[in-house]
């Protein structure tokens, strides 16, 4: 058994607190938020069950972790309501929205320019 395997395999959780897997090796009855949500299911207030643990050299802690939440305790995902919808497409058009020009740019404006790409460069728009 390597190393890196053996500090991350607590299932017990006497170590971390929750029962602790290596990457990929979960027990069958867990899922990760993403998991759920693929299977049209949230975790519906329920605690973490398990997380799955791997050395990640970008991190200060030198690992990465997911929670893991039973899928037996899971709930469908809440259908999108009509208002839910509407609000969702306001904020999508408040971010295609130009401050300056005031105009729809057709896609989300970059927040590095704050302006359409006409507004942000108007000089290289009209040699073209």
């Known amino acids: 058994m390597s190393t890196a395997f053996s500090k991350c395999y607590d299932p017990s959780g006497t170590r971390f607190g929750v029962p602790t897997f290596p990457w990929r090796f979960a027990p069958h009855g ?3 938020r ?3 949500r693929d299977r049209g299911l949230r975790p519906g207030g329920q605690p973490i ?10 991190r ?3 690992v990465q972790v997911a929670y893991l939440y039973r899928l037996d305790r899971a709930r469908p995902v809440r259908p999108m309501t009509s ?3 509407g609000a969702l497409a ?3 058009l408040a971010r295609r929205t130009c401050p300056q020009c005031q105009l729809d740019a057709g896609y989300v404006i970059p927040t590095s320019l704050g302006t359409c790409v006409s507004c942000a460069y108007p000089e290289e728009q009209r040699a073209a």
Request: hydrophobic content about 40%; cysteine-free; charged content about 30%.
């Open 49 to 58: 069950a398990a997380q799955v643990m791997r050395r990640h050299r970008g």
């Open 34 to 36: 993403r998991q759920l």
């Open 90 to 92: 306001l904020a999508m």
């Open 60 to 62: 200060k802690s030198g």
């Open 30 to 32: 867990y899922a990760t």
């Open 83 to 85: 208002r839910k919808w």
